[in-house]
Structure formats: C-alpha cells, structure tokens
C-alpha cells in the first residue's frame, strides 16, 4: 500500500505490528526479531522485551525503504502512566534504529498522551532531541498540555470520538462538519494556530472520508490505505476548511494547564476518559499478544 499510495510518512502501532507479525510475507522479520533476542540472552522475559522491541524496528525501517520522510514507533502501552519507563523505553527504540544505520531525526517516538506520557515526552523533546507522537489523544486538555511541552507532533484521533458519540448517544450519523472527531481536531488546530505552537497536528483514526474532507487545510492526516483507495478515485477540488489566519481569528482563550488543572479538565470529559483507557487497554492487549507469539519462538 505505501508502494502504491506513495505517503510522505507513515505510522505502526501494536495493532498494526501484531496483524503483519501473522502474515507470511513477514517471517523473517519476526525470525530475525526472535534471533537478536536470544542473542541478548538474560531471562525468558527479557528475550521477549528485547524481541518485540527489535522487532518494531525492523518494521519501521523496512517502511522507511519506502517513504521519504518518518515513521511512527510506539513505546508499550502498559508504560503509559510510567514516565521514566517511557522515557527508557523510548532511548532504547532509538538506539536499535541507530544500530540499523537510521537516524533519530527519522522517528517519531508515539507516547499515550496521559500526564506522564506527555511529561516523557517533554524531556525527550528537550533533552534528548527525540521527536515524540502523541496518541490516544480524545481531549482538549491532552492537546493544550502536548503544546505547552513542546513535542513534534499530535495525533488527535476523530473516528474514535465518532465512535463513542454513535454509541452514547440518539444521533447516529453526522455530517462530516458536525462529526464530533472532526470539530475537536478543528479546535485544536485553531488554538494551536491562534498561539503560534509549533506542534504539527496530525487527524488520525478516520472512519470515513468525509472526515477527511472536513479537515483539509489540516497539518498532516494519517489515513489508512482502504480511505486512501476511496479518495483516489474521486475527482473533485478540495478548498481548505482549516487555515492560519481563520484561526487566528478565532475566540479561543489561552490556557495553562499543571497537573491538576490538567488532570481535572480531561477528567471533565467523559468520552475522552473512555476512549483513552480503552485505547491503551486494547493497544497493552495487543502488545500482550504479540509477545506469546515471539514467547513460542524463543522458547523453540
């Protein structure tokens, strides 16, 4: 699909790895992945640790073959209230891209987008020059606190709020104008815009493409290679729904947000506190998966 789509950049999650950890046409990298494990040695677990995480960069750095700019590579879910787990976890990916001849600058480190992650992300960002990816991101609270910690990029995901809307409430189709994703990234990108935050926005999780329509003018999107064959085969000119000096016109008030204030804001929004324990409970699941998987073949 990058081959045929031809993206600038691209992303993985635990997912996206487990699924392409199944196919055939991947084994080697799962072989190979397994190999450097044992080859490290130490403790059942350990092998398993040092397995997946190789094994997320040779993913990474098979599609960085392929596309010009940075690939997406996510530090474990079950780190997400961990900063110094993250934060360890996060130098480690980058070392194993080093020792594949790949350089930081083409990585983004994704992060769960709770307190800590975002704190992790601010001494990446800061002291380590490790540009960082906020996920799982559902609140306004989560991107104002991503701005004020000065990380690269956010992904704020649209399909997922979509999603809890339908479910929780008596509306079940939008417009893709009054679809919820779409208008929270749509105040995102205003305040962003508004304070001159140099943090990259990137609408993520789509479920249609009149989402992606709704947000053109956007910084990035990421979208997947099924709404990217629906786009290519329609013909029609996009005018931007999002700009720099609309938004800089916008009524958006500037917030600072500590830890409490923070914590209290997103704890306000009830769909937001779902989406993000369910996204990291599914995304911990997953990796869980992917390690009894390598765990077959370590122990073989």
């Not at 995480?53 to 879910?77: C, H, M, N, Q, Y």
């Not at 900063?83 to 020792?99: H, P, S, V, W």
């Not at 001494?123 to 960082?132: D, S």
């Not at 479920?207 to 990217?228: F, H, M, Q, V, W």
């Amino acid at each position: 699909a990058i081959d045929e789509y031809k993206p600038l950049d691209a992303t993985t999650n635990p997912s996206l790895i487990l699924a392409a950890a199944q196919m055939p046409a991947y084994q080697k990298l799962v072989d190979d992945a397994v190999a450097y494990g044992k080859k490290l040695g130490g403790s059942e677990e350990e092998q398993i640790k040092n397995a997946c995480d190789k094994l997320f960069v040779l993913f990474g750095a098979e599609i960085l073959k392929r596309i010009p700019g940075r690939v997406s590579t996510e530090v474990d879910a079950r780190l997400s209230f961990d900063k110094e787990g993250m934060i360890q976890r996060a130098r480690r990916l980058i070392d194993l891209y080093k020792e594949a001849g790949i350089g930081k600058d083409r990585i983004l480190i994704k992060l769960s987008s709770t307190w800590e992650g975002i704190q992790a992300g601010k001494v990446l960002e800061a002291e380590y020059g490790i540009h960082c990816n906020m996920t799982l991101l559902f609140s306004f609270a989560q991107a104002v606190a991503c701005a004020e910690a000065g990380v690269t990029l956010i992904s704020p995901f649209v399909g997922r709020i979509l999603d809890w809307y339908v479910a929780n409430g008596d509306k079940k189709t939008y417009e893709p104008s009054e679809d919820p994703g779409v208008k929270s990234v749509t105040k995102i990108y205003n305040y962003y815009k508004k304070f001159g935050y140099k943090t990259i926005v990137m609408g993520a999780s789509f479920r249609n493409t009149g989402e992606i329509k709704a947000l053109t003018g956007c910084d990035y999107l990421t979208i997947s290679p099924k709404l990217l064959a629906e786009l290519s085969k329609e013909y029609v000119k996009l005018t931007p729904t999002l700009s720099v000096k609309e938004a800089q016109a916008c009524e958006l008030e500037k917030l600072h947000l500590d830890e409490k204030a923070f914590r209290w804001y997103h704890n306000e929004d009830q769909m937001a506190v779902e989406k993000l324990s369910d996204g990291i409970r599914k995304f911990a699941a997953d990796a869980i998966k992917l390690e009894r998987m390598l765990k077959v073949d370590v122990i073989s």
